[in-house]
């Protein structure tokens, strides 16, 4: 079972940037997809990016393409996601999760483990 913390999240201006990490625990951290979610008040939790378990194939949401970047560290068990070019619509609590499998997925139903979750707040 891998465990989740993320760190990174905070209080930003619009047009900044912040790097969310997620620090992994457990063996399989380096098998698995990663996924990043965030959920806004009185919204539903909606799809960020994911990552398959290498690294080498991503996918994110259209309204942050172009704009933030999932990546990997499996040696460091590891996932991060720069945000840059925020914006007020951005701001949420981001959370991110361990899938069941090797790709990546927009559905949360296909991850096992999630992480606190960390707060993320664009002002404009």
């Known amino acids: 079972q891998v465990q989740l913390v993320e760190s990174g999240g905070g209080l930003v201006q619009a047009g900044g940037s912040l790097r969310l990490s997620c620090a992994a625990s457990g063996r399989t951290f380096s098998s698995v997809a990663m996924g990043w979610f965030r959920q806004a008040p009185g919204k539903e939790r909606e799809f960020v990016a994911a990552i398959n378990w290498s690294g080498g194939n991503t996918d994110c949401a259209d309204s942050v393409k172009g704009r933030f970047t999932i990546s990997r560290d499996n040696a460091k068990n590891t996932a991060y996601l720069q945000m840059n070019s925020l914006k007020p619509e951005d701001t949420a609590v981001y959370y991110c999760?361990?899938?069941?499998?090797?790709?990546?997925?927009?559905?949360?139903?296909?991850?096992?483990?999630w992480g606190q979750g960390t707060q993320v707040t664009v002002s404009s």
């Open positions: 999760a361990a899938s069941y499998y090797y790709s990546s997925s927009r559905f949360p139903n296909e991850y096992a483990a």
